[in-house]
């Protein structure tokens, strides 16, 4: 019987296979040793070359990881095009430092943000979308409860890889059962029933949209997880800021870290209503968050 070789992706891997669609099909295959020797995990979303043997759907083997144009630590998964930062208005209040540490993650990844404001039809959701539409970010007004803005999402995911994350109680589950009737996410009381979470097996699992491109199904993974493991770096941080662009390079002092020096151009942005003061003081609040983090402490 002989073998041929085919480019796909990779949907998930578990117990040291992985599950690659190409061609039409899924195959189930081996990662080569040459990985485990270069320290190179494969995850979800790599785009990979495989070896199978005609017929077979199972014995394949991963034998090349085609370049990653970003990759997540937790969860795992590679060449993310889209981050739904999910927040809700009530019942938890909206953590914007929380969404603004998630979305300069996102920028930094080269992950396009999108910012979904959930439970609007308990309370307006305009002034919070107004602080992300302001910085050029998509805000969506959705109610998982009564389907509002959820079209306009499913619309947004088409042909891409899409990652969505929230803080607990957002009703993130909600708004993907909602667009994924298939998926029957449990949701609230239900997943603490089941015990989802911390015991939990934790692989990411990419599921075909019918439009072309996927949904990541991270479980287990909360945006505690994708906050602690991805640092942002204080000479990075401005540039995880997009609205800061037109102003950075045009200080008084070259050496500017924008939390308050005389002649500083982004300040005075603020000031002049053109960059929202809730932006600005999470950026601050968080540049003293990492002021004192060296690059080779998260090596």
């Not at 019942?91 to 930094?108: S, V």
């Not at 396009?112 to 007004?141: F, R, S």
């Not at 803005?149 to 803080?167: A, C, H, P, Q």
């Amino acid at each position: 019987m002989g073998t041929k070789q085919l480019s796909g992706i990779i949907q998930k891997g578990i117990g040291g296979f992985y599950y690659v669609e190409a061609a039409d099909a899924v195959y189930e295959c081996r990662a080569r040793g040459i990985f485990r020797k270069e320290k190179i995990t494969p995850v979800a979303g790599d785009y990979v070359r495989i070896t199978v043997q005609e017929g077979s759907l199972t014995d394949g083997s991963v034998d090349e990881i085609l370049p990653r144009k970003n990759v997540l630590k937790r969860p795992p998964v590679a060449n993310v095009d889209q981050l739904f930062v999910v927040a809700s208005l009530v019942d938890p209040l909206p953590n914007t430092l929380l969404m603004d540490k998630l979305i300069g993650i996102a920028e930094r990844h080269h992950i396009d943000p999108v910012v979904l404001v959930n439970k609007c039809d308990l309370e307006d959701a305009g002034p919070l979308c107004q602080i992300y539409q302001t910085a050029g970010i998509p805000a969506i007004a959705v109610s998982a409860k009564t389907g509002e803005g959820i079209d306009r999402v499913r619309e947004m995911l088409s042909g891409k890889l899409n990652v969505f994350t929230g803080n607990s109680g957002v009703g993130k589950s909600s708004i993907l059962n909602q667009l994924f009737p298939r998926l029957e996410l449990p949701t609230g009381d239900i997943s603490r029933k089941l015990g989802r979470g911390r015991h939990t097996t934790r692989q990411v699992e990419l599921f075909p949209l019918e439009g072309g491109g996927y949904l990541a199904d991270t479980p287990g993974f909360s945006s505690v997880d994708l906050e602690k493991c991805e640092v942002i770096l204080k000479d990075q941080l401005p540039d995880c800021f997009r609205e800061f662009g037109p102003y950075l390079g045009a200080c008084q002092f070259t050496s500017c870290a924008h939390i308050g020096e005389k002649g500083c151009r982004v300040k005075q942005a603020v000031d002049e209503g053109k960059i929202h003061p809730s932006r600005y003081e999470n950026y601050v609040e968080l540049y003293h968050q990492v002021k004192n983090i060296k690059e080779w402490e998260i090596r």
